[in-house]
């Protein structure tokens, strides 16, 4: 799994935990939706980390709570 795969399954599972859709995550966090919606899809390349701490804010975690999970265990290393 890529870090791009990483981060936008980390953005998913937050939602689900938290209950929220991607437009109220969007909302709460202040970032337009289709900047969320491109961290999910194909249109990022790199989720930049301004966005992913504005996403950190809004849903009242650290930096440190997002990256802390599973799901980073199994990323795939960029330089070959």
């Known amino acids: 799994m890529t870090i791009k795969e990483a981060v936008a399954k980390r953005i998913i599972q937050l939602c689900d935990e938290n209950g929220i859709a991607i437009n109220a995550l ?5 970032i337009a939706p289709s900047t969320i919606y491109s961290m999910l899809n194909e249109k990022s390349k790199n989720p930049g980390v301004c966005s992913i701490q ?3 804010d809004g849903l009242e975690i650290t930096i440190r709570e997002f990256f802390d999970s ?3 265990d199994d990323v795939e290393q960029e330089i070959k």
């Open 26 to 30: 969007a909302n709460i966090s202040g």
């Open 54 to 56: 504005k996403i950190c």
């Open 70 to 72: 599973n799901t980073f």
